[in-house]
Structure formats: structure tokens, C-alpha cells
């Protein structure tokens, strides 16, 4: 396995274990539609909550979150729609984007709520 999808599987670990910590309940990791996916879909307060999470190794270049560009936010619009039809879901939605940057053995998380809102697409 790449180096980089390593690093991406351990930074979604780590968003889950905090999301939990917070009190997320935790529906699905890494759904896939079509060819697109969600690395994290959870509940929180009658909130349909769906997580793209961005790992980096440093914010040198850019910080994680800045990674999720216009695109694909509306690709995870789209399949956040094909899983609430799928599922039959009847709560709001939420976008939300968990940036994590390890860096000289320490890990930095940034959770962004409302990071992007799908009427915008």
C-alpha cells in the first residue's frame, strides 16, 4: 500500500476516534457510490453528519482542509444524496471536514462544522 493512503487510513481512524469521543455516532466509514466516497458518515443530535477528512504529514504547502476544493465538495454532495436515498434518511445534513496534520510524532485535528453547504451546488 502507498505511503499516502497509509497515512489517509490513519488520519481517518484518528477522525473516528474523536468524533466518537465527542459523542458522534458513527453510521458508516468510507461509503462508496459510483466512484466517489465518504470517508465518514455519522449522527449527532438528530444531524445526519458527513466528514471528509484530509491528512497531511505538515501544513507547509497548504493546510488540509484547503484540499477539498469546489469539486469535490460536490461530489460528496452528490453521494450524500444517492445515501440518503439508499438509506431512506430523514434528517438535515451537515458537511463537515476534519483536517489532521501529524507532524514530529505529534497529531494537530482541526474540525471544521458547516465547512460547505449543498445548495451551493
Known amino acids: ?3 499516502h493512503n497509509i497515512l489517509g487510513e490513519k488520519g481517518e481512524e484518528f477522525a473516528k476516534q474523536f468524533l466518537l469521543e ?3 455516532k458513527i453510521r ?5 457510490y459510483k466512484k466517489t466516497e465518504i470517508d465518514i458518515i455519522a449522527e449527532k443530535n438528530n444531524l445526519l453528519v458527513v466528514v471528509e477528512v484530509k491528512t497531511r504529514t505538515n501544513d507547509y504547502f497548504e493546510n488540509p ?3 477539498v476544493t469546489f ?10 444524496e ?8 430523514d434528517l438535515e445534513v451537515r458537511f463537515d471536514i476534519i483536517s489532521i496534520t501529524f507532524e514530529n510524532g505529534k497529531e494537530k485535528i482541526e474540525h471544521v462544522q458547516d465547512a460547505f453547504q449543498a445548495g451551493l451546488y
Open 65 to 67: 482542509k484547503d484540499a
Open 22 to 24: 465527542k459523542g458522534y
Open 28 to 32: 458508516h466509514l468510507n461509503w462508496r
Open 71 to 80: 469539486r469535490k465538495q460536490r461530489h460528496v454532495v452528490d453521494t450524500t
Open 82 to 89: 444517492a445515501y440518503i436515498e439508499k438509506f431512506n434518511v
Open 1 to 3: 500500500m502507498a505511503e
